[in-house]
């Protein structure tokens, strides 16, 4: 084998290697979506923490973006990219809760904080309606989520990285 063939079949084995794995995936697999591999750990943390809250029925974060604030993760997809609401952007304006009583609940929206206690966005949940449920009652709950959240988030920067 001459020079020329030993780059090439160099060249081609490490082209093949990088295709067929990229942290252990392989590089193919965009072409069947993998769920899990494109989500952002905002997305991560809201679907982990709806999950773990059965009187939340919805859960998002809205964040301060380059095209002003949006929300960035959702239980509900289509919110996600869209422009904040007020009760978005009220906590981030504000830095106090935004509580709205709907027929069948409580949307509550509080500041989300960096561990330097800087405000770095909001978590919108939306709250199942329960007998004996008072506004007071659900800005206590939803302040024990976002602290949940919260201690899971090591800067702002973090929100926006892919999840493994």
Do not use: W, Y
């Amino acid at each position: 084998m001459n020079a020329t063939s030993q780059t090439r079949t160099l060249v081609a084995i490490t082209v093949l290697g990088i295709l067929l794995s990229a942290n252990g995936r392989p590089v193919f697999a965009g072409f069947q979506k993998d769920p899990h591999h494109d989500k952002i750990f905002a997305q991560d943390l809201v679907e982990r923490t709806r999950t773990a809250h059965p009187e939340v029925d919805e859960i998002g974060i809205s964040a301060l973006t380059s095209s002003g604030c949006r929300g960035i993760a959702s239980t509900d997809k289509s919110d996600i990219g869209e422009p904040c609401e007020k009760n978005d952007s009220e906590p981030l304006r504000t830095g106090k809760p935004f509580v709205e009583r709907e027929r069948d609940g409580f949307d509550v929206s509080l500041p989300l904080h960096d561990p330097s206690g800087n405000v770095i966005g909001t978590v919108g949940i939306g709250f199942r309606a329960v007998p004996g449920q008072t506004q007071l009652t659900v800005v206590e709950q939803a302040r024990k989520i976002v602290r949940e959240m919260e201690n899971q988030i090591r800067s702002r920067s973090v929100l926006f990285t892919h999840s493994s």
